[in-house]
């Protein structure tokens, strides 16, 4: 037996919409998009999710890499960590302003690698070694805060316009039995799912899919105060690069989540604190971040909704 979550059509609310559990025999399709308020690319913030690979508010620990740029807004600390391994001026992914490190605290620890080029801007102390590969400039600056604070804002702004968002598209869940978890969008340009993260990741998911239907954008908002992913990994379209890079995983309320397994897509999740084992494929936001494995590109690049009356 599979239990659907089905489509809602609920007013914005200052909380995440609510998906009733019904029976998949019972579920109605709805096929139009005009129930999601939202235009999609309406605006160009100063920010967006391709900006940074990795964007960590508070402290990153880290023993791995990062192929991308990364912006930490508190110390960056742990044993010998590489930034920007793919990062190329004129490749897939170029850093900001030639940038491939920002650490508003200290950083400490073992010797830290920036690569290809690519910069280290730091506001705090420079408590470990730290090699330039390439070239690359080394510069404490003393308005990286007022930068990152800027980058914080639009962050949190974000998460509060997805969780608003009305669900449009459905979500197929193993009930008794094990299976997969499926996401079945609308065909909208921008298909929007919720889900709780227990149902996400539950003794009964041997694997993650996604059918597209045709929507370009996948935004999947994900209840929940922690989530410990063990079982079941992503498969299909999940982890084809150029549909991951349109998928945003967008756990709101979570304080903590550890990953064991591969993820792929984007992930924001502004208020927990993460521990990886495995790669994270994609655009990382976190509170704080304990790695322990590699977070890897392509950055989210698909087009982010705006709420009209947001």
């Known amino acids: 037996m599979i239990t659907t979550l089905a489509v809602a059509t609920l007013p914005a609310i200052a909380q995440a919409p609510f998906l009733d559990l019904v029976d998949s025999a019972a579920f109605e399709e709805v096929d139009s998009a005009s129930d999601v308020e939202i235009e999609v690319g309406a605006e160009?913030?100063?920010?967006?999710?391709?900006t940074y690979n990795l964007v960590v508010f508070e402290d990153l620990s880290s023993n791995s890499e990062v192929e991308g740029s990364a912006f930490v807004g508190g110390d960056l600390n742990g044993s010998s960590a590489s930034f920007c391994i793919k990062c190329a001026p004129s490749g897939s992914f170029a850093p900001?302003?030639?940038?491939?490190?920002?650490?508003?605290?200290?950083?400490?620890?073992?010797?830290?690698?920036v690569n290809n080029g690519s910069g280290l801007e730091y506001g705090g102390t420079l408590n470990a070694i730290v090699n330039a590969n390439g070239g690359g400039s080394k510069t404490?600056?003393?308005?990286?805060?007022?930068?990152?604070?800027?980058l914080k804002t639009f962050l949190l702004n974000l998460s509060s316009q997805l969780v608003n968002l009305e669900t449009n598209s459905e979500v197929v869940v193993p009930d008794q039995q094990p299976g997969a978890v499926q996401f079945n969008a609308s065909g909208a340009e921008v298909a929007i799912f919720h889900i709780e993260a227990d149902q996400l990741f539950s003794s009964k998911t041997q694997q993650i899919e996604l059918n597209r239907n045709g929507s370009e954008t996948i935004i999947i908002n994900v209840g929940g105060e922690s989530a410990d992913w063990t079982q079941g990994n992503m498969v299909g379209a999940l982890v084809d690069d150029a549909v991951q890079?349109?998928?945003?995983?967008?756990?709101?309320e979570a304080e903590t989540?550890?990953?064991?397994?591969?993820?792929?897509?984007?992930?924001?999740?502004?208020?927990?604190t993460l521990t990886n084992q495995t790669e994270l494929e994609g655009t990382i936001v976190v509170e704080s971040f304990?790695?322990?494995?590699?977070v890897h590109l392509p950055v989210f690049t698909g087009a982010l909704p705006v709420l009209l009356d947001f």
């Open 245 to 252: 890079q349109n998928v945003i995983w967008h756990f709101y």
């Open 140 to 150: 404490q600056s003393s308005t990286l805060i007022g930068e990152f604070d800027e």
């Open 44 to 50: 160009t913030p100063a920010f967006s999710l391709s």
């Open 96 to 113: 900001l302003n030639g940038t491939g490190l920002k650490v508003v605290g200290d950083i400490n620890g073992n010797p830290k690698q």
């Open 257 to 272: 989540l550890q990953f064991n397994n591969a993820f792929h897509g984007s992930l924001l999740a502004p208020f927990a």
């Open 290 to 294: 304990e790695q322990r494995g590699e």
